[in-house]
């Protein structure tokens, strides 16, 4: 059988969503209980809010920031990054356009 785009498309997703558990999905909760667009956090506000460790919040954000579940707007001058977690559509969205930026530059005449 031979698979749609879409399905491709949406096994992809489910394979990243599968990357969410333990720990990382733990901070994941966190940044999504903490932050929104106006206003996100570093670790540092974000450890300051929640009691988390520093050493079990930071390795976890990097994760999350590869993985696209957390967005980084900006940085803060000795705390690194200012964060805020994406929602799943948000994840789903940027996904999506990125698969599809993918398929383009592999197969420019698509674009036509």
Known sequence: ???????I??????EL???LHGQ??????LWRQHTTGEHPL???ELADKTGFSLLTLR???TELHQLGFLQCVGRVARQGGLYRALSTAEVRRRHQAQQQ???LAQHP???L
């Open 1 to 7: 059988m031979k698979l749609t785009p879409a399905q």
């Open 24 to 29: 990382r999905q733990t901070v994941l909760d």
């Open 9 to 14: 498309r949406n096994a992809a997703f489910r």
């Open 101 to 103: 930026a993918d398929t």
């Open 109 to 111: 005449q698509l674009s």
């Open 17 to 19: 969503i599968d990357q």
């Open 59 to 61: 390795p976890r954000t």
């Open 42 to 44: 570093t670790t540092a």
